[in-house]
């Protein structure tokens, strides 16, 4: 049990253009959305917490506007890239939890290059 | 906010031998601290995660002390083998928010 996936696992694309990332809840319902950002042999950074229904509460320095996130249903949140440049490449990494749970379960990753 | 610190940053040992990774944390409200491995290219797995109400935690190889007191907490592996070398994340959450701050990570590397 406890199952998150990511989607997609890796994406390519050009500077200028928006990307889509994808983390879902298999079997469980996630009141609560973390996502993360990774640069190589570096920490966790958390990026923003998403509640269902509610909008996201980014970190200190974390652009809204640049990284859009939406937790629309209890096994769905989604972060945009608006207008990727190379700067945005990176290892993004969301994570679900219960309500009331401390445990996080953390999704496989998106590998995100913008060329 | 809360400050977590973790050493050493890497760690190698011999195979069989044990391994401890060191934590500190600041914030005194602090009540839960998981520990993360991470492979290559994957995504952090929750290995064993420690309680502010108790003082240690086993789970076969691997244990969790914590000393509430001075704020640290570590991680212990005993009779390492080649499959545990990862990345290991400390974190610590305070309990009402359960948004874990995590420590930089430990590259623990275990020579067959």
């Known amino acids: 049990g406890a199952v998150v996936s990511q989607h997609p696992s890796w994406v390519i694309c050009k500077s200028g253009t928006s990307v889509k990332i994808e983390c879902r809840s298999l079997?469980?319902?996630?009141?609560?959305m973390f996502w993360y950002r990774q640069f190589p042999k570096q920490s966790l950074m958390l990026m923003a917490t998403?509640?269902?229904?509610?909008?996201?509460?980014?970190e200190q320095g974390v652009e809204k506007d640049k990284f859009l996130i939406n937790h629309a249903s209890l096994t769905l949140s989604t972060l945009t890239v608006t207008s990727a440049h190379p700067e945005d490449s990176s290892f993004y990494i969301c994570s679900a939890r219960v309500r009331g749970r401390e445990t996080q379960y953390f999704g496989p990753g998106t590998r995100l290059l913008v060329l | 906010g809360e400050n977590v610190e973790q050493h050493p940053s890497t760690l190698s040992v011999q195979e069989g031998d044990s391994a401890v990774i060191k934590c500190t944390y600041s914030?005194?409200?602090?009540?839960?601290f998981p520990w993360y491995k991470q492979e290559l290219g994957k995504r952090p797995q929750l290995i064993i995660d420690i309680r502010s109400n108790v003082g240690e935690k086993k789970d076969q190889r691997i244990a969790v002390t914590l000393n509430k007191t001075a704020k640290h907490f570590s991680l212990h592996i005993t009779e390492t083998q080649p499959e545990d070398s990862a990345v290991y994340f400390c974190a610590a959450s305070e309990g009402g928010s359960y948004i874990p701050t995590f420590g930089r990570g430990t590259s623990l590397i275990v020579h067959p």
């Open positions: 998403s509640n269902e229904g509610s909008k996201a509460t980014y």
């Open positions: 079997d469980f319902q996630a009141t609560t």
């Open positions: 914030d005194s409200a602090s009540n839960y």
